[in-house]
């Protein structure tokens, strides 16, 4: 998995560091987050490929997936609902690699690309459903 699954993080280490300076916020609430499921039982934790994975469980999880979300990238955390298959990690990742960029601007731009263009339209998901694709996984997430 991790051989098809590449971290998101940059190669050198000054950007490295940048960009966990840049998105640490969403890092730390991400972080916290998986916490919080791991305290209250509802989810295990991975930690693969330059994020932490929580694999959620209970009424919760369920309740997400019944209303058909996969996943959801909270800084460089990536909560799913369901067992992911390789483009749901794949996927996820790629919203890693951009929160990674965008820091502290992501969630405000991604809100108001998903008002504009609607969710499957807003560019950060064409480009996340586009790495997967590339990757030859186009039917997950
Ligand atoms: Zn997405």
């Not at 971290?7 to 972080?31: D, E, H, K, M, Q």
């Not at 994975?53 to 209303?67: D, I, P, T, Y």
């Not at 996820?92 to 405000?108: A, D, F, S, T």
Request: glycine content about 12%.
């Amino acid at each position: 998995m991790d051989s098809l699954v590449a971290s998101p993080w940059p190669r050198n280490r000054a950007l490295c560091v940048l960009a966990g300076l840049w998105s640490l916020i969403y890092g730390v609430l991400g972080l916290i987050g998986a916490g919080l499921f791991w305290a209250l039982g509802m989810g295990q934790l991975v930690a693969r490929a330059g994020a932490i994975e929580v694999w959620a469980r209970g009424r919760f999880a369920r309740w997400m997936v019944n209303k058909g979300w996969q996943g959801f990238t909270g800084g460089w955390t990536v909560f799913y609902w369901s067992p992911p298959g390789i483009g749901d990690l794949i996927h996820e990742r790629e919203h890693v690699r951009q929160i990674l960029r965008w820091g502290p601007l992501y969630y405000p731009v991604y809100a108001v690309a998903s008002l504009a263009c609607g969710y499957r339209r807003n560019f950060f998901e064409v480009k996340a459903y586009a790495a997967q694709r590339a990757a030859g996984y186009p039917n997950d997430a």
